[in-house]
């Protein structure tokens, strides 16, 4: 692990997260529908909520610290096939966990996808302007157990293995 702390974030990323991420939601509809692979969470727009809220944490996090930084697109009807943040020449996969998830987790079949990520940064929400976060290469991921994982293989590490 390259990195963790805490960041301190405005109120108004957890309003914008709900608009954008029930956007993003909509804007992705006919894939959802079209196979049971991306439809999940069925109807709920939460995942889209939650990964959104993430992106806009670390995001605000980069800014605050005079981090130049470039984001992908917040909204698009196809699938984003480009990281998430880019700070200079790295390309980071926001992941975003719930308060109470006892995993950090990557979907194998993702992780091994030609997206050019070299870095994943996981941010766990602790309330409504708190979360922490941790720093890992692709690498150290690569060395991760993976496990099955109600719908699919992901690489996992224990949250209480890394606090």
Excluded at 32 to 60: C, H, M, Q, V, W
Excluded at 84 to 105: F, M, Q, R, S, W
């Amino acid at each position: 692990m390259n990195k963790q702390g805490r960041i301190e974030y405005p109120n108004f990323i957890n309003e914008c997260s709900v608009y954008i991420g029930k956007l993003r939601h909509l804007y992705n509809y006919d894939l959802n529908e079209s196979t049971d692979k991306y439809n999940r969470f069925g109807k709920s727009d939460a995942p889209d909520i939650l990964g959104l809220k993430g992106e806009l944490i670390f995001s605000y996090f980069l800014a605050k610290n005079n981090i130049k930084h470039l984001n992908a697109k917040l909204l698009s009807n196809v699938p984003i096939k480009e990281p998430d943040i880019i700070v200079g020449n790295k390309k980071i996969d926001v992941k975003t966990i719930n308060p109470d998830a006892p995993h950090l987790l990557v979907n194998e079949e993702a992780h091994k996808k030609d997206k050019n990520i070299d870095t994943y940064v996981f941010i766990r929400i602790k309330n409504n302007n708190t979360a922490d976060y941790w720093v890992y290469t692709y690498e150290e991921v690569n060395k991760w157990e993976v496990k099955f994982f109600k719908y699919t293989n992901a690489y996992c590490k224990l949250i209480k293995e890394i606090e």
